[in-house]
């Protein structure tokens, strides 16, 4: 009540005015109060010594500090969220940075007797920022399609696959193999793969874009759960050899792209044989791919050739 009272008493203007930490605070001095920022100056200055973690937060020139439920964007470390975790607050972290994601869940997971929290995907906004920025920002129809097909080149001339046209879901050729680049905003599903194979058997033999092998390569950022397994089946019966690869992250690296470091590997696979004698069950790994962006980094050194 008495800061209110002097607020309406007095108003002073923010020029000049400095942020300080509160413990250097001297009778005399004048604080800032209120969205209206209105002056009040101090008459006498208590001191409470506790040891708590505090973390003030400033967004866009204005501070402020933990309250009841924090909304954090632009998490980055995670130091606003590990501070309301350790003093029980309510918080929601978010940032378009995966690293940072990352980061801030380690060092959640770090907390002793911490509460339960998940971690959501809310979309691909990360790719489509970059899209946007690295092939063109229209918003009409004719810029998104010369946005798309400016995507796909690029992808294809990183896989090293000649572009080829006269299709929708047939994109290029390499060695033989027809190639098929998926959206950066929707993962690869069953259905793309049936249309991609229905468009595969109408190109065989039809002209100098027509595939030398029943080979097709399908890279894509995210793949629908459990393709690599129901797709195959389908294409056994249609007797078409598919390979799923990842489109690695690298490819939004510009400096990975100009040192020629962007490798497509395979989406992880796993076959196993099950035997069932009486009530013993037993499982025999028969064959495996492993993504090496899941290995270690130490392991991945020490791999001669990759296949």
Sequence with gaps: MLIEHRCQQRVESLEGAQWVPAGELLPGDRVFFGAERRAVPLEQVEHQ?????VYDIEVEDAHSFLTEVCAIHNCGSGTTAVVAEKLGRRWMACDLSRFAIHTTRKRLLQIPNLRPFVVQNLGKYERQVWQISAFGDGHS???AAARKQ?????????YHARPISGYTWLHG????????VGSVDAPVSLGDVQHIVAEFRKAVGAGENAPTTNGIDILGWDFAFELNEVARQHADAAKVNLRFLR????????RAVEQGDIQFFELAALQAEVQVNQRKVTVKLTDFIIPPDNVPEDARRAVKHWS
């Design 49 to 53: 010594w506790t040891r708590e973690e």
């Design 141 to 143: 129809p004719s810029d």
């Design 150 to 158: 400016a995507y796909i080149q690029f992808i294809l001339k990183l």
């Design 173 to 180: 050729l390499k060695g033989g193999r027809m190639v098929h």
């Design 247 to 254: 489109i690695p992250r690298d490819v939004m690296d510009k």
